[in-house]
Structure formats: C-alpha cells, structure tokens
C-alpha cells in the first residue's frame, strides 16, 4: 500500500451530497482546511489524517473522479455519526484506512441523529476536513421513525434513536448497495477489512457475526419471556447463541425481500407491553436471527472492553487472534484516557486518535506526554495483526 500525506494551504469549497432518509434532495456544504469547525463558542477539532491509498493490486474503479455507492469494486461500510461518539467514530475511520489493502475502495455510510447537537452538516464538514480523499455520505436518520417504539433500557445511552439505525440500512442506503458491513463507533480495525466484507454468507443466513455459544443465552431476556411457553417457542427450532450487534456482515438484498425491519420493530412492540428483556438494541436482534448467523471468527469482535453495562471495568482480550477490538460497554476509552484513568487496553485506541484538544501555552508539556501511550509505548500499532498475535496476547497477559 502506498501511502502519502498532504496540507491543504487554501480553502476549498466541496460539495457533498447529504443524502436524507425521506427524500432524494441532497444539501451542498463548504469544507474548511485543518479539520477545525467551529460549534457556537467552542471548536471540534481534529487533525487531517493520512492520505492512504491503493496498491497495485486493487481493483480499479468505474469512475475515478468521484465514487458511486454502485461502483461493484467498494467496500461498503455504515456507522453511526453523532456528537457524543465522533471522536469514536474518526478513530474507528482512520484504523479501517491505515490496516486495508485497498483503502480508496472503502465506502463509508454515515448515519447522522436529525436532531443531533451538532448537525449533520457539521458533523459532515469535519469528516471531509479530516479525511478529505474519503468517499463517503451522510444520511439523516428522522429519530420519529423509531422514538415510539424504544423502551426503558439498563442504561440510558442504550435508549439513544440512533443505536436503532442498522435496523433501517436496507431502507436509508441506496438500492444497488448488496452488501454493508456494520461497525459501532467504539472499535478498532487491525486488519484489512475486506477479508471481513469476503465473508460468505452461506444458505438464506441475512447477517453473519461472531458467535458465543457458551454464553449464558436466558439473561438477554426477562424471566416473563421465558415462562411464558409461547415466546419462548421462538427458539425452538434452532440453537440461539449470543452475538454482538456491533460488528455484522449484512446482505441488504436479503433483508429487504425478507422485510426484516418489519421482523424486529414487531419485537420492539411487544417489548412496550410486555417487558421482555433489559438491554436496548440487542434483544431484538437476537429474537429474530440468533440460532441463524453465520459464524465469523471471534477475531472480527474482541468486544467487551468497555466493561460492564452498568458499572464499567478493566477487560483482557479474549483468547484467541484480534483483528478488530470493541469498547462495548460503558467505558469508552477516550473518556477514560481523558480523564487520566485508562484501562491498559486503552493504549491500543490511542494511536488512531485525531482528536486534537485545545491547551493553553503553558500545556505544551503536558500535550507532549500525553502523546505516549500508557504502559504500551513499546507495542508498534503498524505492526499488530493477525500474524503478530502471540506477541500481543502476550502483553495482554503481563500487563492485565
């Protein structure tokens, strides 16, 4: 791969289609240099990352003046974007750009809350600041699609509108998009994604996602779904085992003719009247394809690190090669470096992090050190793969 770095010294006008759920209209936006945009008083700030690029060996797309979301040779991902989690989802950008084989033939779809503190608009300038040769859109997610239908969950972050917008893919992204695969705005990519998009999807299976059959299936619902024999039956005609939501290889063309938005709101209803399980976004799922995803490696989601839904704690990775790594749980791991409190793991975020905070003159010291990453400094980012597993693992081991 082939990799070069660019300043731009002039301001540029971009236009950038946002592409809304309701209507085929698109908003145009000016893009500022620097990846600064500012937001009333204050500023978000981030640097301009790398400009990665393709190797020889990668396919060669249609239309090398600007991409379409049909062009056959593209990598389709979807995220969330929003205010709360940006800093997230521009690292979890940047570690997908520096570790893929072909990294101009990776399309994101950004999911933007309608009603977000920081626009999509804005949000939709700083991605373009930050990754400027990125082809991406931005769709605006009306939040009244799916406000009625969330109940009471263990954590108020789970109840957010926009933790329900992988059930709406098939509908936002444009019809000629086959395939996506959904990532949450908590992970890191230490692989090239594509060997994750070649997936085979085998039989009539929808989405595919790491499995976890020994899990404790029964605690992901209340004990009324359990006693009452007619919900329970949903399980039994196959073996349910746990997945996370975080990290899945959807087929967009089975999903629409299946109509499986419809499949799970349906779920969601119930959940209103009845109170079948605790947590937000997941249960549904769950309900509706556990027993029936194609088994990914358990490389493809090391999650957990975020600990706990409740409390929050320190995890070690699970045994086993990483080539993506999820801070699911309460602890997010910008918070935690932030706030000087990291969880060991947290170090292999940082690398990927563009935030850039705003310090006084007398903080140069302090940013200087806070550029070394907490008890990892000796571990290279560059060269955490697959292949270089047993290393890891081994720091893993020692230092947690």
């Known amino acids: 791969m082939v990799m070069k770095t660019f300043r731009l010294s002039a301001v540029v006008l971009v236009l950038i289609g946002v592409c809304l759920v309701s ?40 239309n090398r003046e600007k991409a379409s979301s049909c062009d056959p040779s593209l990598v389709h991902i979807a995220m969330t974007l929003d205010s709360e989690y940006l800093r997230g989802s521009i690292a979890a950008v940047h570690s997908v750009l520096k570790h893929a084989s072909c990294p101009e033939n990776v399309f994101f779809h950004f999911i933007a809350a309608e009603f977000d503190p920081v ?3 804005v949000l939709q300038r700083l991605v373009r600041s930050t990754f400027p040769s990125l082809s991406f859109k931005v769709y605006i997610f009306r939040e009244d699609m799916v406000i009625n239908l969330i109940s ?10 926009l933790n329900y917008a992988r059930n709406y893919l098939g509908d936002m992204l444009d019809p000629c998009v086959n395939r996506v695969i959904y990532l949450d705005s908590d992970v890191i990519v230490v692989d090239d994604i594509r060997k994750l998009w070649n997936t085979t999807l085998t039989g009539s299976r929808v989405i595919g ?10 605690k992901y619902f209340t ?11 949903v399980f039994s005609t196959r073996r349910p085992c746990y997945f996370n939501t975080g990290v899945m290889v959807m087929d967009l063309v089975r999903w629409r003719e299946g109509n499986y938005k419809r499949k799970i709101e349906n779920w969601m209803e119930l959940q209103r009247k009845r109170r079948i399980y605790d947590l937000g976004s997941l249960p549904p799922f769950l309900l ?17 690190l975020g600990g706990d839904n409740v409390r929050g704690s320190c995890r070690s990775l699970h045994p ?6 999820h801070w699911s ?69 020692v230092l947690l």
């Open 23 to 62: 209507t085929p209209l698109c908003l145009g936006s000016r893009m500022f240099p620097g990846g600064e945009i500012e937001i009333g008083e204050g500023f978000l700030r981030f640097a301009e990352a790398p400009d990665y690029r393709n190797g020889y060996d990668c396919a060669v797309s249609t």
């Open 119 to 121: 626009s999509p608009r």
């Open 152 to 161: 009471s969950s263990i954590r108020q972050a789970l109840e957010n509108p």
């Open 209 to 218: 996602a790491p499995e976890y059959c020994h899990a404790n299936f029964t």
């Open 223 to 233: 004990d009324r779904f359990w006693s009452d024999p007619v919900l329970s039956r």
């Open 288 to 304: 509706v394809f556990a027993g029936n995803v194609e088994a990914i490696d358990h490389r493809w989601n090391q999650h957990g």
């Open 320 to 325: 086993g090669p990483v080539s993506l790594l």
């Open 329 to 397: 749980g309460k602890g997010k791991p910008w918070v935690r470096l932030d706030a000087r409190t990291p969880c060991r793991l947290d170090s292999l975020w940082k690398p990927y992090d563009l935030f850039k905070p705003q310090y006084h003159e007398n903080d140069n010291v302090a940013a200087a050190n806070d550029q070394q990453p907490l008890g990892l400094s000796s571990l290279s980012l560059s060269s955490f793969s697959s292949s270089s597993f047993s290393s890891l693992i081994g720091y893993s081991r």
